[in-house]
């Protein structure tokens, strides 16, 4: 079945220093890519994503390319802030009617000044 | 984005009672939401879709006459977690699909004692 591996945490980096998060996944056909993020005391909320082979998701400075060869789907962000500490969650759907997303067990990002 | 408001936020029950969680898309109507359940350090587990005015499709392993969902309108969908046992104790979330995009509740711990 589809399912979704990323780095285990916690991630701990000082303020300025350059992020990656590793995700990689299985599934059949071409799903669709997704990075969450979950800050302190909030749902989960919509970070970037991308939805086929080579596309670059990015927003806030943070960017992820589909990569099918490698099956992986990597975030990046070149120079954290404190504001950046949360739990990323690495995710799939399956390009079907009605599935849900399927996650990652989340890595937890703590940046200090 | 659209908003998912879950109730109640935090619940602490006795061993044996039922508890109902609810979660309603405040901006939008969802024909379909989801039900997840996140252990400490493990990613959100896939409960059970639900589609409004027909029944729950629940993912193998979960027990749907111990974890009832009822969708009856297009902005709430109601859990409802019985004769509950310690070992449910859990972070429950919600998600409501609008324009092919997930939203999520902020979750609901559940601790039975």
């Known amino acids: 079945g589809n399912s979704v591996t990323q780095m285990e945490g916690p991630v701990t980096l000082s303020e300025e220093a350059f992020l990656t998060i590793n995700c990689t996944y299985t599934a059949t056909g071409y799903p669709s890519l997704f990075w969450y993020v979950q800050y302190p005391g909030e749902g989960l909320q919509l970070l970037l994503k991308?939805?086929?082979?080579?596309d670059k998701g990015s927003n806030k400075g943070f960017e992820a390319t589909y990569r099918k060869e490698t099956t992986s789907f990597h975030l990046e962000k070149g120079s954290v802030q404190v504001s950046d500490s949360a739990v990323y969650f690495c995710?799939?759907?399956?390009?079907?009617?009605?599935?849900?997303?399927?996650f990652g067990k989340g890595t937890t990002l703590s940046v200090s000044s | 984005g659209a908003v998912v408001s879950q109730h109640p936020s935090r619940v602490i029950c006795k061993s044996g009672t039922s508890v109902k969680i609810e979660c309603r898309s405040l901006d939008f109507q969802a024909t379909t939401m989801f039900w997840y359940r996140q252990f400490p350090k493990q990613s959100l587990m896939l409960m059970a879709t639900s589609n409004e005015g027909s029944k729950a499709t629940y993912e193998q392993g979960v027990e749907k006459d111990k974890f009832l969902i009822n969708h009856a309108s297009l902005t709430l969908s109601t859990l409802t977690v019985t004769s509950a046992h310690p070992e449910d104790s859990s972070f429950y979330i919600c998600s409501a699909r609008e324009s092919n995009e997930q939203f999520f509740g902020p979750g609901t711990r559940l601790t039975v004692l």
């Open positions: 995710a799939l759907r399956a390009n079907q009617a009605g599935t849900a997303l399927i």
């Open positions: 991308a939805t086929k082979a080579d």
